[in-house]
């Protein structure tokens, strides 16, 4: 029988910090939205690039492994402890299959897509996920984000539908499913409530390890030994610095202050900074269609983040 207190407890996904620590929370999510948006443009420049996919992969995942493998070490009690199914959606939800369907999404289009597709959506994601699994309905100021945000990215895809652009439909279709992967990990990383660098450190390693099993299988497709020393720079730094130990870090810290679904719509900035980053860098053009997107997401994001934190109780 369940008893009032059941009733009332609210799942671990939802815990929100107060005080320093809440506005501590918002700072390490802002820093992960620069972060990835820095990310996209460095991964949609790779698609000239003598890098392959797996080059990346491997500067990706590989190297922090190894730097954060005495975190995961130092936290292998707290990692035993928590269940098969968290740890599993921790590395495969932002591990490889979240990285080759982003990687091969951006071939096919543009970066303002990335950056609206992937944190764009995964807060509906979020929601979804919090529904089947927590029974948790969106409340109505949460449920009108979502729909402001899902009706930004309509307005994003709505133009390659409307002229039936196979390839960026593609792309698009490619980033959706990267960002339910995005989603599968925060929801995982919340609940588990792992410290972050030790969860970061578990996702590198798992990461790693299959892709060593990758390439003894099907053999070790790399292009790195012909890269300039300038795109090595660029792609270490973005991949290895940025994705690798900074962003992992401050998306694990911004989730377990914030929550997942806070954290989540706050993520949807993205494509903002990310479209206003290509234009200079990469020459990329924002057409009215992605400035409505991103208008809508923004306002989006606001409504559905509410943004402030829990009153701490004496």
Known sequence: MYT????????????????MEFHLGMLAALLTVCIWSGWLVAMRYSGGSVLTTFDLAMMRYALPAVLLFPFVWRSRHALLETRKRYLIGIILGAGLPFFYLSAEGLKHAPVVHAGLLIPGTFPVFVTLIAMLFYREPPNRRRLCGLLMILLGVLALMMPSLLQNNTDILKGDLL???????????????????????????L?????????????FSQGFNSGILLASDHELLLQLVMQVLGAGLLAGFCYGYAINRLGA???????????VVAGIAALPLLGESLSNAAILGMLCIGLGVLIASGIRPRQPTH
């Open 4 to 19: 009032d207190t059941n009733i009332r407890q609210e799942p671990a996904y939802r815990h929100i910090a107060s005080g």
């Open 175 to 201: 980033l959706l499913g990267a960002s339910f992967c995005w989603a599968v990990f925060t929801v995982s990383m919340r609940v588990a409530g792992l410290p972050p660098l030790a969860a970061a450190g």
């Open 203 to 215: 996702l590198c390693l798992g990461s790693s390890l299959i892709l060593l099993l990758q390439g």
């Open 261 to 271: 679904e806070n954290t989540s719509a706050i993520g949807s900035l993205t494509p």
